[in-house]
C-alpha cells in the first residue's frame, strides 16, 4: 500500500518517519500490479509496449504512463510516481522527466 505524507510525500507502511498515519494514495494489489507493470516496461520488455529506451537505461516518464493507463485505466503519471518515490529498495531513478530501473 502506497501512502501520501503532507509533509514527506509518499511512503510504504503504517506510518511516515514523522508519525503521520498519511492518505491511501492506492492499495496494496494495485501497488503489487502496478509495480509488475513498470519493472518489467523498464527491464524486461520495453520494446512488447512501444517505448524507447535509450542505451543508458532510460524510459520517457510520460511514455511510460500512458502506457501504463492504457493496461490499468485506474493507472496515472502520479501513481508511477508514487511507487517510484516509496519503492523501499529504491531500485528506481527519475531525471529530467525520464526513469530508469
Not at 31 to 51: C, I, M, S, Y
Not at 65 to 93: C, F, H, M
Amino acid at each position: 500500500m502506497i501512502k501520501k505524507c503532507p509533509e514527506h510525500g509518499f511512503f510504504r507502511g503504517e506510518c511516515c518517519e514523522c508519525g503521520n498515519a498519511g492518505q491511501v494514495v492506492l492499495e496494496e494489489e494495485r501497488t503489487e500490479k502496478l509495480g509488475r507493470l513498470v519493472a518489467g516496461a523498464l527491464r524486461h520488455f520495453p520494446d512488447d509496449l512501444g517505448l524507447d529506451m535509450n542505451p543508458r537505461g532510460w524510459v520517457d516518464l510520460d511514455a511510460l504512463s500512458v502506457v501504463i493507463g492504457t493496461r490499468y485505466r485506474w493507472a496515472n503519471k502520479r501513481l508511477v510516481l508514487a511507487l517510484v518515490q516509496s519503492d523501499p529498495k529504491e531500485r528506481y531513478e527519475i531525471r529530467e522527466g525520464e526513469l530508469r530501473a
